[in-house]
């Protein structure tokens, strides 16, 4: 499969190509193609050194747009900040079939700790800002929310977490959810469809208040 990562040089881009690569051929994006490339570079020696060679996939890197048309799945690894902004550039470049995945969390932080942006500024979750930037809305699903970078990166560190999945589309959900299941010790459990996604994106928050206030270090949630 054809992996696309927008925004692929930051630390969550780093964690889905090294996870991937083992399988798939990944294509780093950036906003800069030789920043992409640089990053490509970095994370085919780290990923060759974690699976001491044993890769059937590649890492590649390349402008973002060039990214978005060749996709069968594309994560949308960037600043919630920057969703339209980014969207309305690449509307137009991405397959009708292709995949688009949404991490991003709405999250700032006030005097009383990190806060969810919908909730305190009455802005809209990050997965329906997807949906209206790149229709059709059934092609995106969202998860990954509560997966700290720390841990994505480490690759011989199983995730030993759940991860929600939001989706309208049950064939999407079914690609994203074998994506999930191929991170080890990550559980993919779907949460319902994409406008439920807000209850996924403001979990992160709280785990970074909890974690923040009990000195834990990178939590996840596990159902149990
Ligand atoms: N970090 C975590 O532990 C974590 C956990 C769960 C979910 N998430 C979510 O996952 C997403 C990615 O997280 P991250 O920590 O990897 O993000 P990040 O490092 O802050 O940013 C990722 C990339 O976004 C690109 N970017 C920056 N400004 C931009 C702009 N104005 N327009 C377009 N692209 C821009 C940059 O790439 P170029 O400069 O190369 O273009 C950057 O490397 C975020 O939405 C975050 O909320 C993060």
Known sequence: MKIGIVGGTGGMGEGFALRWSQKHDIIVGSREAQKAKEAADNYTKAAKEAFSGAMSG??????????AKGADVLILSIPYEFIGDTCAKMSGQIRNDCIVVSPIVPMTRNDNGFIYIPLEQGKKPAAELVAEGLP???RIVSAFHTISEVKLKNVGQSLDADTFICGDDQGAVATL?????EISGLRPVYLGPLSLSYQ???LTPMLLNAARRNKMKNPGVKLT
Not at 177 to 181: A, H
């Open 177 to 181: 959810t074998g994506l999930v299941s």
């Open 58 to 67: 590649s890492i590649s890197g390349d402008e973002n747009f060039a990214v």
């Open 200 to 202: 996924a994106e403001i």
């Open 136 to 138: 059709p809305r059934s």
